[in-house]
């Protein structure tokens, strides 16, 4: 079995694999949601003090599978680094204390293999990952042939979400609150600009319209937030469907796959649903509770980086705010 580790954010999770079946024989994540809303999003030191906390709780409950662990898997990068080292640290002492070999694990590529907690791989694929601070298509062949053709210039569409809920006072995160307050809303009440509509550029860029929202809600009152949630719901996903268009004309994909906790929003679901119709493209979706950041992705990326012996040394394995995807 391997044991994976999860703390590149405000999410304190681990998980326990089975390494021949892929089936998933733990998983617990204690969420720091409550604990950050006050503040409108993550402060980094408080997130590090509550995985501190967390995540050797929820190791206790894992005693029971140590004897027949054979490596232990942690995320690496990206994230925050304050956060990371929680995890990495808590993966160098179990390594050491069971001596078994350690894998360190980019989160990115966790959320791919999120398509396939429990399940086997299906490459090559066309992936979309929309997460709190990335927004970028990437072709993946395999778990070593991971090519990003297009990224975010800027904000994440996650990002966006998240500022957009702050600016109206909504809490944090902002997506499921976005989502739910743009479901009793008019999409076409506010004009707002699709970004990069007139560049060439399969690029993705969400600041413009993070500035727009700002404008709006100055204007507004708590009435027209619903208005305002929903226009900006729309034109933020209408800006990764134009840039998915012009991206088709040259490639066409066979399966296609949104990955990242903002790939929960059902709205971006549909709309991607429409768009891969004429392509007659096959659609990957993760299962909700595996959108958002989890240990049983890292997991899942964990058996196949085992199988081929991918592993860290202590001295090696260190800590990366920024991902090389």
């Known amino acids: 079995m391997i044991l994976s580790i999860e703390s590149s954010c405000d999410d304190s999770a681990i998980a326990i694999t089975d390494i021949k079946t892929k089936k998933l024989l733990f998983h617990k994540k204690i969420s720091q949601e409550l604990e950050h809303s006050v503040y409108g999003g993550v402060v980094p030191e408080l997130a590090a003090r509550l995985h501190a906390e967390a995540l050797p709780k929820i190791l206790e409950e894992c005693r029971a599978y140590f004897k027949d662990l054979k490596a232990v898997a942690v995320t690496s990068t990206p994230g925050l680094a ?15 204390a069971l001596g ?6 980019n989160h990115l590529i966790g959320h791919i293999y999120s398509l396939f907690i429990e399940k086997e791989t299906q490459f090559p694929l066309t992936v979309l990952l ?13 778990l070593e042939q991971i090519e990003t053709v297009a990224k975010s210039m800027d904000d994440s569409f996650g990002e966006s979400f998240d500022k957009c809920a702050k600016m109206m006072g909504l809490g944090y995160p902002g997506g499921p609150l976005i989502q739910e307050l743009a479901k009793g809303g008019d999409r076409k ?3 707002f600009t699709i970004p990069l509509s007139q560049s060439p550029l399969i690029a993705f860029s969400y600041s413009g319209l993070k500035n727009a929202v700002r404008l709006a809600v100055e204007k507004a009152t ?3 937030y619903k208005d305002i949630a929903a226009s900006f719901e729309h034109i933020a996903s209408a800006h990764l469907i134009q840039k998915l268009k012009k991206y088709f ?4 994909p066979k399966t296609f796959a949104i990955v990242g906790g903002a790939s929960a929003n059902l709205y971006l679901r549909a709309q991607i649903e429409e768009l891969l119709k004429p392509h007659n493209a096959k659609l990957l979706l ?10 049983a992705m890292i997991g899942r990326v964990a058996i196949e980086m085992y199988e081929k012996k991918m592993f860290s040394s202590l001295d090696e394995l260190e800590i990366s705010p920024k991902s090389k995807l």
Request: glycine share 8%; with cysteine.
């Open 189 to 191: 009440r506010y004009n």
């Open 249 to 252: 004309k040259d490639v066409h």
């Open 100 to 105: 078994i070999p350690m894998i360190g694990v």
């Open 130 to 142: 929309v997460s709190g601070g990335h927004t970028q298509v990437m072709e993946v062949k395999s």
């Open 286 to 295: 993760s299962e909700l509770k595996y959108c958002s950041d989890n240990a």
């Open 82 to 96: 304050v956060t990371l080292v929680e995890g990495v640290t808590m993966a160098k002492a179990i390594s050491v």
């Open 222 to 224: 708590e009435e027209d």
